[in-house]
């Protein structure tokens, strides 16, 4: 029997941000399944597509369109009616790919609805109330950024309220969850939110690509992210800053690999500091790009405000590198102080505290030896190869339709 598969989600595909997003409707290709995407691209000055060029996976049937906006709403500077003109094109996405949706799995005859992200999630659960023979319903998340610390935990209500879609689409029940392990804590919002789910949830790691192992220099570090505010490269900055100017090490460089609608208050920040000899932006790259610029750094540093086990972080410890990061989220669990890495409470003193710790492994060539060796323990333990991640999630939904 043909198996078939119809992929609901606001995100496109790139070479330059989430692997998975591509590699996961490419692996039901390989093995042999028809495979839908349907994807409502957001073109928003704001959002991380415009930048970026289109790509189509072989084998892929794209459905692409174009997520709604308006020119006034582009243009909005006040932070409030930012946020809502985003939740309104949000909501405008679950019904184009609601009603899209719908006419593919009917045409096509879909076996699974993969929704990726709340709003396919949303969209695949409308779907199928217009099926007698229901779909198998997959709901796909990326992680959580701060829903779990921020708003469930501390219980920042009207936080919560705005995100009213987004804990709907995780109450809901399901066939499966399968929601990444990015240290954002999603197996404990499940729990919060409806403890049942949790049965029907896969907590999976991402993997990275292989890296070929180079003599790094102390002296280069970088950072691979999305500008945006919650990333807090501004602190990375300031810990250069200290490097450079506190300790002296004028020849310290830090390359930031990214674009995002912070771009140019970070560029005003390092020229205000004067750093522009010390931080190069290389802008977004795709991967083979991005492996060129990062392999002769030794140092990789992130200090994201919610938790920093994104890809980026699991690609340095793939490469090999000597991590400053900072202890929120479940970051604690893949980097021990002073053993295969640095990690840092948050603090007044905290830029000064990695900048001395960064001069010192400069200078400690045993120091240097120690961490890297215990990162690729970490490594060879802890980290899977893509294959064997993307068949992980395969072998779930492949037995849900066997059933």
């Excluded at 330059?16 to 957001?42: A, N, S």
Aim: charged fraction near 25%; include cysteine.
């Amino acid at each position: 029997m043909n198996k078939s598969i119809l992929f609901l989600s606001i995100m496109d595909f790139t070479d330059k941000g989430i692997q998975v997003v591509k590699l996961t409707p490419e692996y039901f290709v390989k093995k042999g399944w028809g495979v839908e995407y349907l994807v409502t691209r957001d073109n928003s000055i704001h959002g991380s597509y415009h930048y970026q060029d289109i790509i189509n996976p072989v084998g892929v049937n794209i459905h692409r369109l174009d997520m709604s906006q308006l020119e006034i709403g582009e243009n909005f500077k006040n932070h409030t009616l930012k946020t809502i003109y985003s939740k309104l094109r949000g909501y405008i996405s679950i019904i184009k790919l609601a009603w899209n949706g719908y006419k593919i799995a009917k045409e096509k005859d879909v076996d699974v609805l993969y929704g990726g992200g709340p709003h396919g999630v949303l969209a695949a659960h409308i779907i199928n109330l217009f099926f007698k023979n229901k779909k198998i319903i997959i709901s796909r998340y990326y992680g959580i950024w701060n829903l779990y610390n921020d708003f469930l935990i501390n219980k920042r209500y009207f936080k919560l309220l705005l995100n009213w879609d987004t804990l709907l689409s995780l109450w809901l029940k399901v066939d499966r969850i399968i929601m990444t392990n990015d240290g954002t804590e999603g197996n404990k919002a499940i729990a919060k939110i409806r403890f049942k789910n949790t049965n029907r949830l896969s907590f999976f790691v991402n993997s990275t690509n292989k890296i070929k192992y180079f003599n790094s220099n102390v002296l280069s570090s970088y950072t691979v992210c999305r500008l945006v505010k919650g990333k807090r490269i501004d602190r990375i900055i300031n810990i250069v800053h200290n490097i450079v100017s506190v300790y002296g090490i004028s020849d310290f460089k830090y390359n930031i690999v990214g674009d995002g609608e912070e771009l140019e208050n970070l560029k005003n920040m390092v020229k205000k500091l004067n750093l522009n000899n010390n931080v190069i932006f290389h802008g977004a790259k795709i991967n083979i790009e991005l492996e060129n610029i990062t392999k002769e750094s030794a140092i990789f540093f992130s200090t994201y405000d919610v938790s920093n086990v994104g890809n980026p972080l699991l690609e340095a410890i793939r490469g090999n590198k000597i991590i400053f990061t900072l202890n929120n989220g479940d970051t604690s669990s893949w980097i021990k102080h002073k053993v295969n890495g640095f990690i840092y409470d948050i603090n007044e003193n905290l830029y000064d505290n990695i900048a001395k710790d960064v001069v010192k492994v400069i200078s400690d060539k045993k120091l240097q030896d120690k961490i890297i060796k215990n990162i690729k323990l970490t490594e060879n333990e802890r980290l899977w190869t893509w294959d064997e991640r993307l068949e992980a999630e395969y072998q779930v939904i492949d037995r849900l339709v066997k059933k």
